[in-house]
Nanobody, 122 residues
């Protein structure tokens, strides 16, 4: 099991940017695809983006053009660059290691970080 740790969250004004990072403690993330999800208060956890070992990225349609996922396999890190943030982006953001199945479902991931809070003020 991989212990994932997210960082980089915080409070930002609408239109601002944040860069979230995810590192694996104790082990590398290996060749697993790595995803970012988010969960707003009172809502289901939802898919944000995923990146494969080879760097192929996929995003939820509503965030394309504002969010960019990347990974450094040598360092075992995954980042999520978030630009032009909106109040509706406020949520706890989680990174996760893909196990099998569709990239878009939480059930396809087996290792999760504790999350990092992102709050966007209007």
């Amino acid at each position: 099991q991989v212990q994932l740790v997210e960082s980089g969250g915080g409070l930002v004004q609408a239109g601002g940017s944040l860069r979230l990072s995810c590192v694996a403690n104790g082990r590398t993330i290996g060749a697993a695809a790595m995803g970012w999800f988010r969960q707003a208060p009172g809502k289901e956890r939802e898919f944000v983006a995923v990146i494969t070992w080879t760097g192929r990225a996929s995003y939820v349609d509503s965030l394309k053009g504002r969010f960019t996922i990347s990974r450094d396999n040598a360092k075992g890190t995954v980042t999520l660059q978030m630009n032009s943030l909106k109040p509706e982006d406020t949520a706890v953001y989680y990174c996760a290691s893909h196990r099998s199945g569709s990239y878009y479902y939480t059930s396809s991931y087996d290792d999760w970080g504790q999350g990092t809070q992102v709050t966007v003020s209007s």
